[in-house]
């Protein structure tokens, strides 16, 4: 039998912590005791977590510990109170205080530990501190604690990934201890809190769950915040019909529902980005990992899925990318995606052409129409260089009337003159602005990088290079004009 991959892992006991509300016995310290064991054993070394006492909202006591190592939860679980005004009371009580995770790898950690402080830290390591990652409790309005994650000395700070899983423990745990306290103190509730209390409505990302057929089969709260479609609207629909996902894999390359379906069954997890339709229409982005349900005999029964929303974030990104007046690259965007094109072509890529467009007539139109006509042209001039280049080519705008295309793979110096002349004849095309018909006509410069001169040569360079070519073709009223 093999063991599970380490995400089906991490969901599992997700969904443990969360089922301790359906459990006979209601108590804190089985929470507490559940969160430390599942972060010790999959994400280790050591874990502690460390609540404020009710009504307070500094001082921290210690409710649960563990250890990979068991001499090392014994001392751990012992270890004496929270030194105050130690380096580690004061990083746990900023956490407290701010709700925001602090994560410390070797460097920073040898920085502020000498013996006696890391005698004095929360979690008195045995084995020496190599890294640490504390994440606030929120629940119920306030951060109610911290979780502290630490590994031993020699090991490496801790991930984006391993980040991710510690919130979603920490969400879980905090939710679960908010439902406990709410039912210790209103027995009159305890009913309904119990209904409440399942995981699917006690975390902040979204959860869904569909069948074989693609019902839905569960969808919480958070889901009914992203997607704006509430419970009763959502359950038994279908999953695909209901949000129209695109599926994207972490590298970027888009994922045939079938593709993932097979992974699923191969691996278990899948984990990516979806691109969903919410019920207003609006399309909403949001990072998954996805976990498959199986039957009794091994079978893909369905799926579970979270999703955090990322919406916000993409469109942040795309802004600091992208010309806001065109919607192309920006400067920005192209040097990183040349630099990475030119390493493409040092592997053996193939060779790369990089073309430089200002256009000719541009600037009267500019002053003659105003600055609104100039900007319609820019955006026109936009959509037809986007027009004319391979799916995979990249064309941006540096600023003013300057466009540069990056062009992969283009055989030789003919296809590349040939794109040069493409351009010019597609952007040269009459334009009608401000009820006046106008015409732009760029002048190109194409610098020519082979395997050979790559490794050589940098982004900024090339487009220097092309920019150059690009004044002798404006001079030469050429068209087109190869660097030297």
Sequence with gaps: MTARPMDARRLQAVVDIARTMTGPVLEQRRVTES??????????????????????RTGLTR??????D???????????????????????????????????????????????????????????????????????????????ATRDAGNPTYADGDVAFLHAIADT?????????RLHFSTAA???????????????????????????????????????YSAAEALGCDAQALLATQFIANGGEAVTRADLLAELGRTGVWNGELRQRRADGDEVQLLCSMTAMTDQLGHLAGAIAINRDVTEQRRE????????????PNRRFLLDHLAQVLNRCAAGAGLVAVLFLDLDGFKRINDDLGHEAGDEVLRVTAERLWASVRRHDV?????????????EQVGDRWNAEDLGRRLIASIGEPIVVAGRTVRVTPSIGVTLVDAAAAPQRGPEE????ADEAMYIAKRGRSGVSFAA
């Design 35 to 56: 969160v430390v064991r599942a972060v010790a054993d999959l994400l280790g070394d050591g874990c502690s977590l460390w609540l404020t006492m009710p009504g307070e």
């Design 63 to 68: 409710d649960g510990a563990a250890h990979r």
């Design 70 to 148: 068991a001499r090392a939860e014994r001392l751990l679980r012992h270890a004496g109170d929270l030194i105050e005004d130690s380096w580690g009371a004061d990083l746990l009580y900023a956490v407290l205080e701010a709700g925001v995770p602090a994560v410390l790898g070797p460097a920073e950690v040898t920085a502020h530990l000498d013996g006696p402080e890391l005698a004095a830290a929360p979690w008195n390591a045995a084995n020496g501190l190599g890294a640490v990652a504390v994440v606030p409790l929120g629940g119920d309005g306030s951060v109610r604690g911290v979780l502290v």
């Design 173 to 181: 745990a905090a939710a679960t201890l908010v439902a406990i306290d």
């Design 190 to 228: 305890l009913d309904d809190m119990r209904r409440q209390a399942e995981l699917v409505d006690q975390v902040s990302d979204v959860i869904i769950a569909w069948d074989s057929e693609d019902r839905i089969v569960n969808w919480n709260s958070a889901a009914e915040r992203v997607y704006l």
């Design 317 to 328: 990104e795309r802004l600091a990318l992208h010309d806001p007046l065109t919607g192309l």
């Design 395 to 407: 064309a941006a705008r540096l600023g003013g009337d300057e466009f540069v295309v990056v062009a």
């Design 462 to 465: 090339v487009i220097r290079s």
